[in-house]
Structures are given as structure tokens and as C-alpha cells.
């Protein structure tokens, strides 16, 4: 699980991102001083150096797609019915797609998506 100071430089590299602003060390650092968060002093470093030179916008709209898509469906068979067992799997499946909400992400994204400066 992340520490909060991961969690801290995660938003404040969001924010930046989201602005279209540079994502630096002195940036994460003014925004969790304007947030009254401390951290340590590594973590800022850490983050800019990590997402120097990466479309954090294109990464993030782009999670999961690195899985491949999922495979064709099997024919049904002739009398259309599907098997008890597979019925069963593509539930699992349509369940673990929605983890994400889950983990406070689609409230975040849908936020952004429903408040964006056009």
C-alpha cells in the first residue's frame, strides 16, 4: 500500500499534469506546502525524475490497454444456451472490471472527465 507521501506527490504530479504544467520537484513541493502536507524531502525528487519526459495524461488514459483485449467468444452452441460454467466466468470477468471503481479511480477520472475547461 502507498505511504502518504507517495500518495501526496501522486496528486500534486496529477494537478501539475492536469494544467499542462512541468511536473518538477519545486512544483510537487509548492503545492504540498500550499496544502500544508509534508513529506520527505526525497519523495518530490523522486516523482519529477520519474515522470520527466512522460505524457502522464496519455498514461493514465492509457492503464490496462497494455493487457491486450480479450479473446473472441467461443460459438454458442446450437441451441444458443451457454454453459452454466461459462456464464459463471464472464460474471467474474465483468466483476473484476469494475475494481477499479472500487480503488476511487473512476470517481476522480469521471470528475476530471465532467469538469473539463474546454
Given at each position: 500500500m502507498a505511504s502518504q507521501d507517495e500518495l501526496a506527490c501522486v496528486y500534486a504530479a496529477l494537478l501539475l499534469s492536469?494544467?499542462?504544467?512541468?511536473?518538477?520537484?519545486?512544483?510537487?513541493?509548492?503545492?504540498?506546502?500550499?496544502?500544508?502536507?509534508?513529506?520527505?524531502?526525497?519523495w518530490p525528487s523522486l516523482f519529477s525524475k520519474a515522470l520527466d519526459?512522460?505524457?502522464?495524461?496519455?498514461?493514465?488514459?492509457?492503464?490496462?490497454?497494455?493487457?491486450?483485449?480479450?479473446?473472441?467468444?467461443?460459438?454458442?452452441?446450437?441451441?444458443?444456451?451457454?454453459p452454466a460454467a461459462e456464464a459463471k466466468k464472464e460474471e467474474k470477468k465483468e466483476e473484476s472490471e469494475e475494481s477499479d471503481d472500487d480503488m476511487g479511480?473512476?470517481?476522480?477520472?469521471?470528475y476530471k472527465i465532467t469538469n473539463q475547461h474546454t
Open positions: 492536469d494544467d499542462n504544467v512541468a511536473i518538477t520537484a519545486d512544483k510537487i513541493n509548492t503545492i504540498l506546502r500550499t496544502a500544508g502536507v509534508s513529506v520527505e524531502p526525497y519526459g512522460v505524457n502522464v495524461k496519455e498514461l493514465i488514459t492509457n492503464i490496462g490497454s497494455a493487457a491486450g483485449s480479450a479473446p473472441a467468444a467461443a460459438a454458442a452452441p446450437a441451441g444458443g444456451a451457454v479511480f473512476g470517481t476522480y477520472i469521471n
